[in-house]
């Protein structure tokens, strides 16, 4: 940690290690102190921090990230702005946020020796960006970043998505390669239209998810070159190569998917994620996808050539002949426009119809003068898929069905702008060419993505059970415990806590109170001061303590804390909450004193004047001194 930032945010933020640097931000590990959790805080670069210009961007970012709750995206909790002084006494203003900690590895790391990963594990990974393009589309965000660096891959396998609204936070009124001198996107997974300083939009971070694909499945991205430039131009003017052409267990549905995510021309691509996603799928399970084939994308024409060709009237709107394969993208020369190869496929076509008629003509006799029948009309063969979407179930059927079309409904998806119980999307997408008979499946809003947690303290079990699930969440786990003032039974508190934004359908745990309001004094004398503490905190009271020291010959108990008194006494009923003393003794051991050894007494024989003589000898345990004399009780001849 260096001395340019303070050492707690809010009072609560503590912040660690540096952990990550990019263009604008420092990351760093973190702890919420109030929370007690492990977190990650951005932190705006000291070297840009007083720039009114990245300020502004840096808070755009927090805004637009913060706006995103979704599993496979990093998380914003919080963010906010720190005063500090500078030791020359000026005071600047410190930008920050504060987000999820992701344990795990990027897929840059995962792709950092070059191969290639298992097809299931690469459809896995692109699918889960999908799902958060998915979702961060319809909140109005582009990511404008997409690539291995930006997604991390947790210990469990579950993919997060990182840096949403960085590119949108850098952008004035459009995207382009550099801005203010800042590299806006990695060269390697640029779209076209970022490489041209175009805007861009949510079909932009579809290409950028293209190439993703591409290295995941051959270990290499599409294009490569010497400099940021000269990648830029093969993404404007380049048609990659397959990727069977680099990894050969790469199925051609693969192919196709890749190659129609990497299309130059954003009408060309995949329109929304949610499309993309289910194409992919159907691909890796072996099914047939909508993406045409690989061999119809051709290159644009070099800018240099000179046009040739004048322009040829656009054919007439209406749905595509199944005979006529997509139009590949071309490139006028100089113009930079868009111009199809339309004419081949339409002569091909006249002549077929000219073949055709002859053919029937001569079987019905009518070249030889024969019957006058009227040639049948043509039948189609296919239609345009509608557009469903804010349809209600049986409005959307009959659309799909009006067209020739089978309807299937698909599974709720959640929707922050489109209304419970209404179409969200259909697969195959809305203007898609579709053989007649061909299932098309809507899927339709379950409402918001996000929801907050309701306040249901103080309510009985049963009803903050129906509030909760009312709300569209999961009911969770039931707790008790001591809470005065709170009947038995009640709510106490919920995790998460009431108000917090949650996805939909996420769990929520509550904890009752038990409605016990008295405790018991518990026994600690003899225990050491943590056994007592814990045994004091178990029993729902608060403690104070008192140490003295103490000293000891037993040497097992030489630094032991060991509580020798309780007030009030162990038994006692008191209110929860109450407050007992703790007087604690602390030992410390000191060798007991070793006594001298004192010399043998040797007995002395002394004469007795009374005849017969006796020796001393001591009468034990009566503590008197010893009697002298014959075998009497009085010496002999002697007087009482």
Not at 126 to 144: K, M, N, P, Q, W
Not at 538 to 565: F, H, I, M
């Amino acid at each position: 940690m260096t001395g340019q930032f303070p050492q707690v945010l809010a009072g609560r933020y503590e912040i660690r290690d540096l952990i990550g640097r990019g263009g604008m931000a420092e990351v760093h590990l973190g702890y919420d102190k109030r929370l007690s959790r492990i977190i990650a805080i951005k932190l705006l670069r000291s070297d840009i921090a007083g720039d009114p210009t990245f300020q502004a961007r840096f808070r755009r970012e927090a805004q637009s990230a913060a706006a995103l709750n979704h599993p496979t995206i990093v998380a914003v909790y919080d963010s906010g702005e720190e005063e500090i002084t500078a030791p020359n006494g000026a005071t600047r203003s410190v930008p920050y946020i504060v987000m999820e900690y992701v344990e795990g590895h990027t897929v840059r790391e995962l792709l950092g020796d070059g191969d290639a990963v298992p097809i299931p594990e690469a459809v896995e990974i692109t699918t889960g960006v999908l799902d958060a393009l998915e979702y961060s589309h319809r909140a109005g965000i582009v990511h404008r970043d997409i690539k291995p660096g930006n997604i991390m891959l947790t210990s469990t396998g579950a993919v997060k998505v990182m840096d949403f609204g960085i590119a949108r936070a850098m952008e004035d009124s459009s995207a382009t390669v550099t801005q203010t001198h800042a590299v806006v996107g990695t060269a390697q997974y640029l779209s076209p239209e970022q490489a041209r300083g175009e805007v861009v939009d949510a079909r932009s971070d579809l290409y950028s998810t293209g190439c993703l694909l591409y290295e995941l499945l051959t270990g290499q991205p599409p294009f490569t070159g010497d400099s940021a430039v000269a990648i830029a131009y093969q993404h404007v003017r380049e048609i990659p190569k397959p990727p069977s052409a680099l990894a050969a267990d790469v199925p051609e549905s693969l192919d196709r998917v890749v190659l129609k995510a990497l299309a130059k021309a954003r009408d060309d691509r995949y329109q929304d994620a949610a499309h993309m996603r289910n194409e992919l799928l159907a691909a890796a399970r072996g099914m047939a996808v909508s993406a045409p084939a690989t061999d119809t994308w051709q290159a644009p024409a070099a800018l240099s050539a000179p046009s040739t060709t004048a322009p040829s009237p656009a054919p007439a709107p209406g749905p595509p002949s199944p005979l006529r394969p997509p139009a590949s993208p071309d490139h006028g020369a100089g113009d930079g426009r868009p111009r199809r190869r339309w004419w081949v496929w339409v002569l091909l076509l006249i002549l077929l119809i000219l073949v055709g008629t002859l053919i029937g003509l001569a079987a019905s006799g009518r070249l030889m003068g024969g019957g006058t029948n009227p040639t049948p009309t043509p039948t189609a063969t296919a239609a345009t898929v509608p557009d469903v979407s804010g349809m209600s179930e049986d409005d959307a059927k009959s659309a799909i069905e009006g067209v020739g079309l089978a309807f299937k409904k698909g599974d709720d998806v959640a929707s922050d702008t489109i209304d419970e119980g209404l179409a969200v999307s259909s697969d195959p997408g809305a203007g898609t060419s579709a053989l007649l008979g061909t299932e098309i499946t809507v899927s339709f809003s379950s409402g918001s993505a996000t929801v907050e947690v309701p306040d249901v303290t103080g309510m009985a079990q049963s009803d903050a059970r129906k509030k909760i699930e009312a709300a569209g969440l999961a009911w969770g786990d039931v707790s008790t415990e001591d809470a005065p003032g709170t009947p038995e039974g009640h709510v106490v508190r919920t995790d998460p806590a009431a108000g917090t934004s949650v996805s939909r359908g996420e769990t929520v745990s509550i904890v009752l109170s038990s409605g016990r309001t008295t405790t018991t004094v518990p026994d600690v004398v003899g225990k050491t001061q943590d056994e007592a503490q814990a045994a004091i905190e178990a029993a729902g009271l608060n403690y104070n303590t008192t140490t003295n020291d103490a000293k000891t010959t037993d040497q097992s108990k030489n630094d032991r804390y060991e509580v020798t008194a309780i007030d009030p006494a162990a038994g006692q009923s008191v209110n929860l909450g109450t407050s007992v003393t703790l007087t604690v003794t602390h030992y410390v051991y000191e060798a007991a004193p070793t006594a001298s050894p004192s010399p043998n007494a040797t007995s002395t024989p002394s004469a007795n004047s009374g005849g017969g003589g006796a020796i001393q000898s001591p009468n034990p345990g009566n503590g008197k001194p010893p009697h002298q004399g014959g075998g009497g009780d009085h010496g002999g001849g002697g007087d009482d």
